[in-house]
């Protein structure tokens, strides 16, 4: 038997057959061309009898086949979506249940639902494609012009970088930790000298209206700013500080 396969470009029958399919738990004894294909006419019938188009119909066969979320959410209709499941011909139970489902259920509250549902479908595809990991780059990719043909240097130089960055990881968050978690992680150490404060200098509302700044210096820490300070200044002088793009004004 030829492997079967739907998808974006099958006719819309097929892709509702698979979608119910998917739907009740993708059951592994419907999982035949001859199951699909009875099963796509069949669904192509019953969303003739209600006038819906293919996009509009889907959307029923996914809101009658979906359990509960882990957290007791639902988005489907928990009732069809259980009794399809166990049916032993899921089909033949929701052509008998069709005309109740759709117009006494789906129909008095689809607006509703179906903007719902579409939501959380969405966020759900988001989510994985999310979490499916890009591949990741190496040296190599980046050192070798031409991996069919690799060039001597190229390759000491990738395996140069790729040693040096085993030896000297970069720091990085950890998996599903915020950059700012990670940044405070990293500087708690360091916390308890941000923390301190001297007893002699005194400390109030700032310029700028900051509560507890440093308003008065003592006359020692006083002293370590201006050593501080003449430090830098220092270092300022031996830089040129008249660059080749501003001596045309001067
Ligand atoms: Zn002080």
Known sequence: MAKLKVNGDSPDGLKLAANFWKGIGSPKEFAKQSVFED????????????????????????????????DGAAYGNTFTARNLRVAKNP??????????????????????????????????????????????ITYYDLCISDPQNPLAWEV??????????????????????????????MFLPFRASRE??????????????????????????GDELRIDMADDMEELEEVPVVSWLTLEWT
């Not at 006038?51 to 509960?68: D, G």
């Not at 085993?166 to 405070?184: K, M, N, Q, S």
């Open 39 to 70: 099963w796509s006419h069949r669904l192509e019938k019953l969303a003739h009898k209600v006038s819906l188009p293919y996009s509009q119909f889907r959307w029923f066969i996914i809101w009658c086949t979906r359990l509960p979320d882990d």
């Open 91 to 136: 089909m033949g139970s929701l052509e008998k249940q069709f005309a109740t489902t759709y117009h006494e259920i789906f129909l008095p509250q689809a607006d509703k639902l179906v903007g719902l549902l579409q939501d959380r479908v969405q966020r759900e595809q988001d989510d994985r494609s999310r979490t499916a990991a890009p591949k990741r």
């Open 156 to 185: 000491e130089k990738a395996r140069w970088l790729t040693a040096i960055d085993e030896r000297f990881p970069l720091l990085e968050p950890a998996p599903g930790e915020e950059i700012e978690d990670w940044v405070y992680r």
């Open 196 to 221: 301190w404060r001297c007893n002699k200098c005194v400390y109030g509302v700032g310029e700028d209206g900051d509560l507890d700044e440093r308003v008065k210096w003592c006359e020692d820490c």
